[in-house]
């Protein structure tokens, strides 16, 4: 007599292969109703990359449908409005089949998806067997994610170009690592294009890749430049994108999306430029769920050692413990704690408090009036 267990394992093995044969001809019918398919990956600028291709494509005329996954996850409709997705959980790259059903619907030409996996399985399947992209755009590498990606810049390298695939063009405007995402993209069989540098109007190297990669893609695209100009000139940003504000009399220097301590520091090191450093408190902000972060900017701390410090956000404690004999530390609980310091750069993480911090900045410029 057959256990009636394994019957119902087959039973169920078996309706998940009808189904994954399903989804996957439901994804080839959809790969096929677009155009343009662009697959954003990268350590920083991924959100930024996204915006600028989206306002490029729909100045030189294509119906454009884009997700991004930044400060916020939101989609660019293909008429222009913008929306909040609402998850319920975590995130899951099954999103990225239904942007493509949504963008379908609506009559999209063109598709930007950024890439939202982190594990090098996920980021391979995403591409492989989801998107399919016309471009991948590799922005950089940078040491970020290392539990996931790996320890060092040439695991991380080799992670991203798990969203390269065969025969498709890979962009990239990292000067520094190039040559090792050219040399993990062939290994996927795509054609490897480095974007020259470009320059921009915050003259600051790392937000000069996001221009020099979007430009160089949209070139391959046959874009001319003057419709590549008008369109990076009316991009969206992402709502926690790199800006200088001010705050009262404060300046605040929001960097809270660089992540890692390359980033970081080529931002703090153009704003050195700008403003005099022995005026400039950092504010960091940590994440619980990120503890390599932590580490990282600890001793990003002890490097540097500015002359003072705001603490924000998970294990403040903890940080505040391991720098205090390296530079003044002082917690941050409200905006007014800004309003002391001359020029403060913020930095570490956008999320949960970071968040918050830019929210209690704008609501306080609007109840003083300014």
């Given at each position: 007599m057959i256990d009636i267990t394994w019957i119902v394992v087959i039973c169920f093995t078996g309706v998940a292969i009808i189904y994954l044969i399903l989804e996957q001809a439901i994804l080839r019918m959809l790969r096929r109703h677009f155009k343009i398919v662009i697959h954003v990956n990268g350590t920083r600028g991924k959100s930024t990359v996204a915006r600028y291709m989206?306002?490029?494509?729909?100045?030189?005329?294509y119906q454009t449908f884009t997700?991004?996954?930044g400060t916020l996850p939101i989609i660019h409709h293909v008429n222009g409005s913008e929306?909040?997705?609402k998850r319920w959980g975590r995130a899951n790259i099954r999103e990225q089949a239904h942007m493509m059903m949504k963008a379908y619907r609506e009559g999209a030409e063109v598709l930007i998806l950024e890439c939202m996996a982190v594990d090098p399985v996920l980021q391979w399947y995403s591409e492989h067997r989801m998107l399919h992209a016309d471009i991948n755009i590799i922005t950089n590498v940078r040491l970020d994610h290392i539990g996931e990606m790996g320890s060092c810049i040439e695991d991380i390298a080799r992670s991203l170009a798990n969203t390269a695939s065969l025969n498709t063009i890979v962009v990239s405007a990292d000067q520094d690592h190039g040559l090792l995402i050219e040399e993990a993209v062939k290994k996927m069989g795509a054609t490897f294009v480095f974007a020259p540098p470009s320059s921009s109007m915050m003259n600051i190297p790392l937000l000069e890749e996001n221009v020099s990669v979007a430009v160089k893609t949209a070139q391959i695209l046959g874009i001319r430049d003057d419709v590549i100009g008008r369109g990076i000139e009316s991009y969206h940003p992402d709502p926690g994108a790199f800006d200088i504000q001010t705050v009262g009399q404060t300046i605040l220097i929001n960097a809270f999306s660089a992540n890692d301590p390359t980033s970081t520091m080529a931002l703090y090191g153009a704003m050195k430029k700008r403003y005099s450093e022995h005026k400039i408190t950092w504010l960091l902000n940590n994440r619980g769920d990120r503890p390599e972060r932590t580490l990282q900017n600890i001793a990003l701390i002890k490097k540097v050692k500015p002359?003072?410090?705001?603490?924000?956000?998970?294990?403040s404690q903890y940080v505040y413990r391991a720098i205090r004999s390296t530079t003044d530390v002082y917690f941050y609980h409200k905006v007014e704690d800004l309003l002391e310091e001359d020029v403060i750069f913020a930095f570490g993480n956008i999320g949960n408090q970071g968040f918050k911090i830019l929210q209690a900045c704008n609501e306080w410029r609007k109840n003083h009036g300014c």
């Open positions: 989206d306002g490029i494509l729909r100045e030189a005329g997700k991004t996954t929306e909040k997705i002359h003072r410090v705001l603490l924000a956000g998970d294990n």
